[in-house]
């Protein structure tokens, strides 16, 4: 079946550095790919939508130059929390459509990582 | 934009039928999605409409009524590992997800 692979699951950094989570579909090609951020006990949150070779498309509300996205091939795309703060402590989730198990609409997961800003 | 709508917290008994609603307003529409989320994972595919209709997935089966912007999903044989969160999802024009704030399911011996 359709497999979203995401690392790292967790990560602690000191606040003002930067975090790269990876994103990557592992059996199946995802030209589109969706980034996510839930704080405890609420739901997902849209954040961008990562476009292979073009720039990703930000919600409102959410800093472009903060949330650095790249998707620079078929089965990868990146999201690099620059300048992390406490704030930024959340759960951040990808996901891809497609696979041919799952359907064209059907979005895959990856696993999410747990991000602490210390 | 899409606003969905659905409960805070349900209970059922183990063994026994739950329906979870949804209600959804949306100016795009591709389908919508119900998906089981367990505390600290991500969430995993359970069921999704896109046309009128009843879709039925063993335990699961999802409901929806466009002209009424409403969808449910119906759990049967209720087990204790399907306490978990129930998430309603619609998918927009450019095929991504918009959540609602989940139902949590709590299932009691």
């Known amino acids: 079946g359709a497999v979203v692979s995401q690392h790292p699951s967790w990560v602690i950094c000191k606040s003002g550095t930067s975090v790269k989570i990876e994103c990557r579909s592992l059996?199946?090609?995802?030209?589109?790919m969706f980034w996510y951020r839930q704080f405890p006990k609420q739901s997902l949150m849209l954040m961008a939508t990562s476009n292979e070779g073009s720039k990703a498309t930000y919600e409102q509300g959410v800093e472009k130059d903060k949330f650095l996205i790249n998707h620079a091939s078929l089965t990868l795309s990146t999201l690099t929390v620059t300048s992390a703060h406490p704030e930024d402590s959340s759960f951040y989730i990808c996901?891809?459509?497609?696979?041919?198990?799952?359907?064209?609409?059907?979005?895959?997961f990856g696993a999410g990582s747990r991000l602490t800003v210390l | 934009g899409q606003n969905i709508d659905q409960p805070t917290e349900m209970t059922a008994t183990e063994g026994a039928i739950v329906q979870i609603n949804c209600t959804y307003q949306t100016s795009g529409f591709n389908g919508l999605f119900w998906y089981q989320q367990h505390a600290g994972e991500a969430p995993t595919f359970l069921s999704y409409?896109?046309?009128?209709g009843l879709e039925e997935k063993g335990r699961f089966s999802s409901f929806l009524s466009r002209s009424k912007g409403y969808s449910y999903l119906l759990l049967k044989e209720l087990q204790m590992k399907d306490s978990a969160s129930y998430l309603c999802?619609?998918?927009?024009?450019?095929?991504?997800?918009?959540f609602g704030k989940g139902t949590s399911l709590l299932v009691t011996p």
């Open positions: 996901s891809a459509p497609g696979g041919e198990s799952t359907g064209a609409n059907v979005l895959t």
């Open positions: 409409n896109v046309l009128d």
């Open positions: 059996d199946f090609q995802a030209t589109t």
């Open positions: 999802a619609g998918m927009n024009s450019g095929y991504a997800l918009n």
